[in-house]
């Protein structure tokens, strides 16, 4: 599996960093996880088969996270090159088709003249989708929004794990156990009283008990020093570090 990461940062905008996103490749799955700001053009910009993408996994329902999703599919119907006929399938989670049914109502879409099918699930925590054979999504809610997902897919042995937004939470941390990657939100160098999401030690904390291989940190709402942020995540964390930034590239 590839992971390349569209978008690091947050709904703040920055020069350096789209707002959330990221597209996985595998043998048989082409999957975008997020659609922030920034996140569709990005698709372009590092040469990925966005034409031929097989799923699009929503972790929840804020700007920063899905907000150009209808760019997305507006592209599908008047920017593919190439034909298709193979569906593309949206996951998600309860409030996954009432927000699809939305935009193209709100903004004229036309979804219905694809010509290709879209199919949309929405995932409840506990679930586990197929993506294709060998290939398993899981979800499990998050402490951020009432409906928030971190996803958890396996692939022939190897496992990417993502947290999408979440306070610090011992059962999200257990459900990504053994994970090859941990794709981890790191929002604030230090705790927030009131504010779900983490911190650097949190994070750091969360991949430790997770026994992640490696760990890849993004969503900073801070400005991000690399070589000292990695030196305060090595203060709770064993593993391989990686400081998240648009344009990287993954292999599992």
Same mark, same amino acid.
């Given at each position: 599996?590839?992971?390349?990461?569209?978008?690091?940062?947050?709904?703040?905008?920055?020069?350096?960093?789209?707002?959330?996103?990221?597209?996985?490749?595998?043998?048989?799955?082409?999957?975008?996880?997020?659609?922030?700001?920034?996140?569709?053009?990005?698709?372009?910009?590092?040469?990925?088969?966005?034409?031929?993408? &097989?799923?699009?996994?929503?972790?929840?329902?804020?700007?920063?996270?899905?907000?150009?999703? #209808?760019?997305?599919?507006?592209?599908?119907?008047?920017?593919?090159?190439?034909?298709?006929?193979?569906?593309?399938?949206?996951?998600?989670?309860?409030?996954?088709?009432?927000?699809?049914?939305?935009?193209?109502?709100?903004?004229?879409?036309?979804?219905?003249?694809?010509?290709?099918?879209?199919?949309?699930?929405?995932?409840?925590?506990?679930?586990?989708?197929?993506?294709?054979?060998?290939?398993?999504?899981? @979800?499990?809610? &998050?402490?951020?929004?009432?409906?928030?997902?971190?996803?958890?897919?396996?692939?022939?042995?190897?496992?990417?794990?993502?947290?999408?937004?979440?306070?610090?939470?011992?059962?999200? #941390?257990?459900?990504?156990?053994?994970?090859?990657?941990?794709?981890?939100?790191?929002?604030?160098?230090?705790?927030?009283?009131?504010?779900?999401?983490?911190?650097?030690?949190?994070?750091?904390?969360?991949?430790?008990? #997770?026994?992640?291989?490696?760990?890849? @940190?993004?969503?900073?709402?801070?400005?991000?020093?690399?070589?000292?942020?990695?030196?305060?995540?090595?203060?709770?964390?064993?593993?391989?570090?990686?400081?998240?930034?648009?344009?990287?590239?993954?292999?599992?």
């Amino acid at each position: 599996m590839k992971l390349t990461i569209l978008g690091s940062g947050t709904v703040v905008p920055n020069g350096a960093r789209n707002s959330s996103g990221y597209f996985l490749e595998g043998p048989s799955v082409r999957m975008m996880v997020d659609c922030g700001a920034g996140t569709v053009h990005a698709l372009a910009r590092y040469s990925l088969p966005w034409e031929a993408m &097989t799923h699009i996994f929503i972790s929840h329902f804020h700007a920063d996270h899905v907000g150009e999703l #209808a760019s997305l599919l507006f592209a599908f119907k008047w920017g593919m090159k190439t034909p298709r006929a193979e569906p593309l399938i949206l996951l998600g989670p309860s409030g996954l088709d009432r927000l699809l049914q939305g935009l193209d109502q709100a903004l004229g879409l036309r979804l219905h003249e694809l010509t290709f099918p879209l199919e949309c699930r929405e995932l409840s925590p506990g679930d586990q989708y197929e993506l294709a054979e060998g290939s398993v999504l899981s @979800v499990t809610q &998050t402490p951020h929004t009432n409906v928030s997902l971190a996803v958890r897919i396996d692939q022939g042995g190897r496992s990417i794990c993502y947290t999408g937004d979440t306070a610090y939470s011992d059962e999200v #941390a257990a459900f990504f156990s053994g994970a090859d990657l941990m794709i981890s939100e790191c929002s604030f160098e230090e705790p927030r009283s009131g504010v779900r999401h983490l911190s650097v030690g949190e994070a750091s904390t969360m991949a430790q008990q #997770a026994q992640a291989a490696r760990l890849v @940190v993004t969503h900073f709402y801070f400005e991000v020093d690399e070589v000292d942020l990695a030196s305060k995540l090595r203060l709770g964390y064993s593993g391989e570090i990686l400081i998240g930034r648009d344009g990287m590239c993954i292999e599992i």
